[in-house]
């Protein structure tokens, strides 16, 4: 008996706390993430760009104000591709400043996050192809220094409250 | 439209003929009449809607040891989805013929997205687009009926053909699945052949044996139309040419120390050289009243990709599950998730709360209650510990007549709402 008040005490605590998180309604904590990888020299691979807690995101763009920082004597970029709906419509790679531009979106959709077993809500949306041009021990940070233009599938601007770096390493 | 009335028409009285033909014949089945919409802008007030409406219906014909099952999908657009299922159950052997017509074929992959791998006829944009995202409906039904329409233009052909035997002799089941698709587009047809040969046992011991040999056929799926749940198939897929693709193979059951294991190898044989196997390894065990269960996830040569931890704990009405989730290969599960089930006297609870690193807490709590047969529901989600969105549902059944409808706001606006009515014979 005394398990089972103490169960539904738990339960009406849980509640409170969710009401209570309800009521704030305030941003979704919406982060850019730039992705990881370790290449051997000369090799090729792909890094990805993920939204963390999507709230219906439609557009991207990186550009003309923000870009994706890189040291061109580490890596070059080969490529900018879309992936899970997202289409990149413009995009600029500059292997010799180190820069990369894009603007991306999802054309007829947006993305949320996907319940399959798990709650997954970061979904990767940008790959860059990138090649390994720099010695064995060389690294080098993936940065994008701003977001021009975040939209949710109504056009509305969605607030971004963090850029996570990512980092290429040589082995 | 007046071609597809006279056509469903046709297939109705066709059925209801057979079955006043012979008496022993049964016939039963249900009719539904969706309607989505979505406002055109969220701009005002007073928004236009865009709308879509389908009919599904469900026939099945039951005679003897044989029955046929009819189901057809109707849209604005006319008939964008038929499927014919002859079952016949000899004492011994079980045959399942399936034939499905529709203007496209969407072939979809078995990983965690469902990403679309081909369409035909590929109108572009729509291969890499994750369906789990529709699927799992995040975004409003008539996304994926727009990304699709452009492919629905051409008349219902052939695309799909599914025989299924099972049989059962001294203990062993062997499956057979034969797949016949039609990739190509309406005017130039392309017929593809699969098949999928699966063995499966028992021993004495009580240890479950399994394996499937996927030739010119991979698993996944494939849908058709617009994709609703009527209109997917999760048979495998066929791919190009007559090749070996995939082998699986599932030993469970293993007990060993009151610990229970299960293994499930996937060897990918395309290439010259086979590749190395996924491997899935579970174990589960009871402890203090406590069902515990581990998944651990190797590949590229045995190596942790991902391991999953998962605690169920049940007293009374209350059901609880703790999920642990370590995609680093470290056992440091920086996921978790926690589902909560339970009554509290006429309402149904059940919450899912999931946290993971930078993300912050996603949150879902739904609420069902019934009152004057009635159905309520409310089901609101918190994303990054911001409110995400929230779905109103209402059901109840009048006269044997089914009605539900809902309506979902996302962060700010109206997302979609729909209804449904729905009657069984």
Redesign the interface.
């Known amino acids: 008996m005394k398990?089972?008040l103490q169960?539904?005490g738990l339960?009406l605590f849980?509640?409170g706390l969710?009401l209570l998180?309800?009521a704030?309604?305030?941003?979704?904590?919406?982060?850019l993430?730039v992705g990881n990888v370790i290449l051997r020299p000369g090799e090729r691979g792909t890094v990805t760009i993920s939204v963390?807690?999507p709230?219906?995101l439609k557009m991207i763009q990186v550009g003309p104000v923000g870009k994706l920082t890189f040291d061109p004597t580490v890596i070059h970029v080969i490529a900018v591709r879309?992936?899970?709906?997202f289409?990149v419509l413009a995009s600029g790679i500059d292997n010799v400043a180190g820069e990369v531009q894009f603007a991306a979106g999802f054309?007829?959709?947006?993305?949320?996050?996907?319940?399959?077993g798990?709650?997954?809500?970061?979904l990767a949306i940008i790959e860059l192809e990138v090649e390994a041009v720099g010695d064995s021990g060389a690294f080098c940070a993936l940065e994008v220094s701003a977001v021009d233009l975040l939209a949710d599938?109504?056009g509305?601007e969605i607030m971004l409250?963090g850029i996570?770096a990512g980092e290429v390493i040589l082995r | 439209m007046m071609r597809i009335l006279r056509y469903l028409l046709l297939t109705v009285i066709g059925l209801l003929l057979l079955g006043t033909m012979a008496p022993a014949m049964e016939l039963s089945g249900d009719f539904a009449a969706v309607l989505a919409v979505e406002p055109v802008s969220i701009e005002s007030e007073t928004s236009k809607f865009k709308f879509d409406m389908e009919g599904i219906l469900n026939l099945e014909l039951y005679l003897g040891d044989l029955s046929v099952e009819n189901a057809m999908v109707l849209s604005i657009g006319g008939l964008q989805f038929q499927a014919v299922k002859l079952e016949s159950v000899l004492s011994w052997l079980n045959i399942d013929d399936t034939f499905i017509f529709a203007p496209n074929i969407i072939e979809f992959d078995d990983d965690l997205m469902n990403t679309v791998v081909a369409a035909s006829p590929d109108t572009g944009g729509i291969v890499g687009v994750p369906l789990a995202l529709f699927f799992q409906d995040p975004v409003s039904q008539l996304d994926l009926t727009r990304l699709l329409s452009p492919t629905l233009n051409g008349p219902l052909v052939f695309r799909k053909k599914i025989v299924e035997v099972t049989t059962t002799a001294t203990g062993i089941n062997p499956r057979f699945v034969i797949l016949l698709a039609d990739l190509g587009s309406t005017q130039t047809p392309s017929l593809q052949f699969g098949g999928i040969f699966e063995v499966s046992g028992c021993t004495p011991w009580g240890v479950g044996l399994s394996a499937a040999t996927y030739i010119g056929a991979r698993g996944g799926g494939e849908c058709f139309g617009v994709c609703k749940p009527e209109e997917r198939l999760y048979s495998g897929r066929v791919v190009e040419g007559l090749s070996l693709e995939e082998e699986k193979i599932s030993i469970t059951g293993i007990e060993l120390g009151g610990m229970s294991l299960g293994i499930h190898a996937s060897f990918d044989l395309r290439g010259s050289s086979p590749g190395l196997p996924k491997l899935e390894i579970e174990s589960s065990f009871t402890w203090q009243g406590l069902q515990i269960e581990q998944t651990a996830l190797l590949v590229h040569g045995l190596q942790l990709a991902q391991d999953r931890l998962s605690i169920d704990y049940a007293l009374d009405d209350l059901k609880l599950n703790l999920s642990l989730l370590d995609e680093t290969g470290n056992l440091s599960y920086p996921c978790k998730q926690l589902k909560l089930k339970t009554n509290i006297g006429r309402l149904q609870v059940e919450n899912l709360m999931a946290i993971s690193p930078d993300s912050g807490l996603y949150n879902a709590l739904t609420l069902s209650i019934v009152t004057s047969g009635i159905e309520l529901t409310s089901k609101t989600e918190l994303l990054g510990g911001g409110f995400y969105s929230e779905r109103l549902g209402l059901g109840t059944e009048i006269a044997g007549i089914t009605f539900s409808s809902d309506v979902t706001f996302h962060s700010g606006f109206l997302l979609r709402g729909r209804a449904m009515l729905q009657v069984e014979f």
């Open positions: 398990m089972r169960t539904y339960l849980s509640f969710i998180l309800s704030c309604s305030g941003p979704q904590n919406v982060k993430k963390i807690n709230p219906d879309g992936i899970n709906g289409q054309p007829g959709s947006s993305i949320g996050p996907i319940k399959n798990w709650v997954w809500v970061k599938r109504n509305r409250a996570i």
